[in-house]
């Protein structure tokens, strides 16, 4: 293995640790009770949900996903072309 491959070996995995956190921070989107019981979602964090921390989480991680496909598909072009 060249420096390049270990390089973008760690760069990988530590994209994917990073997604795999964010993902798991993330709530459930699972909103059985309020269907059942006819609950709304005319609340402060309802009508502000953008800037809720589960908005702020499912941006970044939105961005980390890109993020990783690109590092991935990167890392596998130059490992063709390099060698």
Do not use: H, P
């Not at 921070?25 to 269907?35: A, F, R, V, W």
């Amino acid at each position: 293995m060249n420096a390049f491959e270990i390089v973008s070996a760690i760069l990988l995995l530590i994209a994917c640790i990073v997604l795999v956190v964010l993902v798991m921070l993330q709530e459930s989107k699972d909103k059985m009770s309020q269907t059942l019981t006819g609950g709304t979602n005319e609340s402060y964090l309802g009508r502000n949900s953008g800037r809720t921390l589960d908005a702020m989480l499912a941006k970044i991680t939105k961005v980390a996903a890109i993020v990783f496909f690109v590092l991935t598909i990167l890392v596998s072009v130059f490992t063709v072309y390099i060698k």
